[in-house]
Structure formats: C-alpha cells, structure tokens
C-alpha cells in the first residue's frame, strides 16, 4: 500500500516538516559527496549497537560521537528510495501533527521519538554491528501521533493489482494500525541481531509517539509558538477539493443535492475559484466554482445542473454550503 495522501488539510505551513525533508535531503548529499569514506561515514553517524555495547570498539569514539550517533542516525539514509519513502510519509503525516502540537514542540516531538527509536533498537540488538539508519523510527512516531489525533481521517491509498494502479480511501485508523501489525509480524519473524530492516525502532518510535503524544498534549502553547502560528497561517484552502455529494435528509426532492467546501476567511471576504472533483459513485465530474467576494460562514451556492442524472434523464442541481475556516 502505497499512501498518496490523507484528507485533512493543515491550516498552517508546516515550515518544521519542510525542515525536516530539507534537512534529510541535505545530508543525503553529503553522503553523495563522500566517495570511498561512505562505509566511514555511514559506521560514524549510524546507530551500531556494538559500539556502546563493547568496550573494545566503544574505546575507538568519543563520549561526543556517542551522543550525537542517536540523533545523527534518523539523518542518515541507505539509498534515495529510502530516503524519498520516508520523506513521502513525514509529508503526508507530519504537516496534520505540527498543525496540533504547534512548531517548537513538534520538532522536540520528532526528535523524541527518532531517540526513544534507537534505544528500542539498541537493547533489543544490544551485540549487533551493523549500523542503523534512516528516519524510519521518528516518522513511526509522527504516524503514532496521527493514529491518536485523526483516526477518522481517509488515506489516498494506491495498491497495485497485477500491475493495474487500484485507489481507495483507507480510514487512517485501519491504515495506519495494519501498518503497525505488519511492522510486528515481521519483527516478530527476523532473527534476532538479524540484518535488514529495523522493524523494532518502528514498533518503538510508533509506541513512543502515542506516549509522547499524550504528554506534550499536556504542556500549554509556547508562545513563540503562537508567534510563528500567526506568520504561518494558510490564507488560501485547496484549490482542488474532492467532495461525494449525499441526498439530504431534510427533503424528499431528489433533484438537490447538498455538499460542503471549505474556504479561508480570507478567500470568503475577497472571493475565489475552485476546482471541485465531484463524485457520484463511479462517475466523476470537475467542476470550476466561484466563490463570490462577501461570502459568510453558511453561504449556498447553487450549481444548476450539476447534481445527479434523475430518471427522465434531466440533472439535478447542487448545493453547495460555504465552510469558512
């Protein structure tokens, strides 16, 4: 499964998570940059169990190399398929969870879990000697985070089938929990100080995330964090909002057909355009929509002709109520 995106749209730039891919991205070419020194750079900024584990290669690192190696690891990556899976997941999920935890405590968020990651995976694998990379753990505990705060939110899913691109709306709370389980079974299957993949910093940084979560949920808004919030705020929604109208309950005239779109404060006080992706079971229509300047939080547009096909082959009209968020 392959997640292309989720429904819920961040009401604020997510400068930390672009941050964070650009920071990734960087050190990936620094990795690029150092030729035959790769393996050296890889052992010294890579998570290796055994150098904390065993005191003859422990003697060969500083007490600072030590340290920086459980934050430099969720840096580092193994090739740029890696990198970009993970950078495509923190994208999807990490712009909804700084929108909540705010940005100065989102990065201590992140930078928790890539760390509670690594420990899990350190002491489970406490002898082994091969290095661990990526942002694996960390991004785990950002999709933690998401499980608990927009279980309800649909994820864009493509699954191929025999080569043949399938896409399907996944309610995060299945997507995100049949990850989980995949990530354990295949822990569960690996051998231990086995090679590969780091399913147990997965399980580590996902469980820590929702501990994590819990706690900074706690603590009250910073107030530089109000700050940026306010230089940071969305001033325009979606240009392209896909909307599956509903008959409402409220009348038996099959010819109307009520749906919501969202709009800025901003975008209802000036007026906009929208691109709405219309969907009436397996049909799909596109429709260019005007907003007008002087729009209100309630407002209905109507759409003549845009609704469904009634039996005598005329269209129904839509309705659209205006969400001003």
């Known amino acids: 499964m392959i997640p292309l995106r989720d429904t819920i749209p961040s009401k604020n730039y997510p400068i930390i998570n672009i941050a964070l891919i650009g920071a990734n991205s960087l050190v990936y070419l620094l990795q690029l940059a150092q030729g035959d020194r790769l393996q050296e750079f890889i052992v010294t900024y890579g998570l290796v169990p055994a150098r904390y584990s065993v005191p003859v290669i422990a003697s060969h690192f500083t007490l600072a190399e030590q340290t920086l190696s459980l ?8 090739g ?3 990198l970009l899976g993970n950078m495509w997941s923190l994208y999807i999920f990490g712009d909804n969870v700084e929108d909540r935890l705010g940005p100065v405590k989102y990065l201590l968020f992140y930078l928790l879990c890539g760390f509670a990651s690594g420990l899990t995976h350190l002491f489970l694998n406490w002898h082994s000697q091969l290095p661990t990379i990526g942002a694996s753990g960390a991004i785990a505990g950002v999709m933690g985070a998401y ?3 927009y279980p309800h939110s649909r994820i864009l899913t493509l699954i191929p089938i025999f080569f043949i691109p399938y ?3 996944i309610p ?6 049949l990850w989980f389980l995949f990530q354990f079974i295949s822990a569960a299957g690996t051998p231990a100080h086995g090679g590969g993949i780091a399913w147990w910093a997965h399980i580590g940084g996902f469980v820590f995330g ?3 979560l819990k706690l900074f949920l706690l603590v009250p808004e910073l107030s530089v964090s109000r700050k940026i919030r306010k230089r940071t705020t969305k001033k325009k929604s979606h240009r392209l909002q896909v909307i599956k109208p509903t008959p409402p309950s409220i009348t038996t005239d099959a010819s109307k057909v009520y749906q919501t779109m ?3 404060s901003r975008e209802a006080q000036l007026g906009t355009r929208k691109l709405l992706s219309i969907v009436f079971g397996s049909r799909r229509k596109l429709l260019r929509v005007t907003v007008p300047p002087g729009s209100r939080d309630g407002t209905v547009l109507r759409l003549s002709g845009a609704g469904q096909q009634l039996q005598d082959g005329t269209q129904g009209d839509l309705y659209l109520r205006v969400e001003v968020r």
Not at 71 to 78: A, T, Y
Not at 172 to 177: D, R, T, V, Y
């Open 71 to 78: 934050f430099s690891f969720m840096f580092v990556h193994g």
């Open 80 to 82: 740029f398929w890696h």
């Open 147 to 149: 499980f608990m705060l």
């Open 167 to 169: 896409f399907i709306e």
């Open 172 to 177: 995060a709370f299945f997507f995100l929990g």
């Open 210 to 212: 929702v501990i994590f």
């Open 262 to 264: 969202v709009v800025t």
